[in-house]
């Protein structure tokens, strides 16, 4: 099974600073790590994932994520915010290697607010 | 179609009516997926459906709750003797099979509000 932890459920920040929004998980497996990103009244969108290869991935909008398997940390940045970057951020795992039926596991969700 | 498709966006029903809400996912997606998201917390699994089977239902939580697909396509989640702790944003989303880490796209929710 596995779990993942977003340790801050609020985070304010004044328009053009840069942001950290932290998740760490736990598993016993190989996992596929996602950070979806949801507006008011709308579904969750793909921000970005890591599947293999380097460590720092590029998502849309400018952020962009580190994995650290020693640290089993996944943290979302971004260097300059907007204001429409308000929204709350879920992380995600899944086992890796799972082709069909594989569950994604979400965290309780980050609040983003960026201020003028 | 372009997006995965839920109605209606918003629901007010009366506590101990049924209610029905529907999901049409993406075009060629087979894998299905109801989550469901009270306020100030994470997304809850409720159920998967692979095809028009469903392998994984462990989320569901009570007898009250079921779904159904049919054609491999639009889904329905049916609510039961609605309760007020029933009140929540239920997020349909789909995915591709047999591609590693596909992730899901999401539909933009159906708000349910029992009174």
């Known amino acids: 099974a596995q779990s993942v932890t977003q340790l801050d459920s609020q985070v304010p920040v004044f328009e053009e600073a840069p942001v950290e929004l932290r998740c760490n998980y736990s598993?016993?497996?190989?996992?596929?790590l996602f950070w979806y990103v949801q507006y008011p009244n709308q579904g969750l969108q793909l921000l970005l994932k890591y599947l293999s290869g380097s460590t720092l991935v590029k998502g849309i909008n400018g952020f962009e994520a580190e994995f650290n398997k020693s640290q089993t940390s996944f943290h979302l940045r971004k260097p300059s915010v907007h204001i429409s970057d308000t929204a709350e951020y879920f992380c995600a795992v899944t086992p890796r290697g799972e082709t069909s039926g594989s569950r994604l596991t979400f965290g309780e969700g980050t609040q983003l607010t960026v201020n003028p | 179609g372009a997006g995965v498709s839920q109605s209606p966006s918003n629901k007010v029903t009366e506590k101990g009516k049924d209610v029905e809400l529907r999901c049409d996912p993406i075009s060629g997606h087979t894998a299905l997926y109801w989550y469901r998201q009270s306020l100030g917390q994470g997304l809850e699994f409720l159920i998967y459906f692979q095809g028009n089977s469903a392998p994984d239902k462990s989320g569901l939580p009570s007898d009250r709750f079921s779904a159904e697909r049919t054609g491999g396509s639009v889904s329905t989640l049916t609510i039961q003797r609605t309760q007020q702790e029933d009140s929540a944003v239920y997020l349909c989303?789909?995915?591709?099979?047999?591609?590693?880490?596909?992730?899901?796209?999401f539909g933009s929710g159906t708000r349910l509000t029992v009174v």
């Open positions: 989303a789909s995915s591709l099979v047999g591609v590693l880490g596909s992730g899901y796209t």
């Open positions: 598993s016993s497996v190989s996992v596929y």
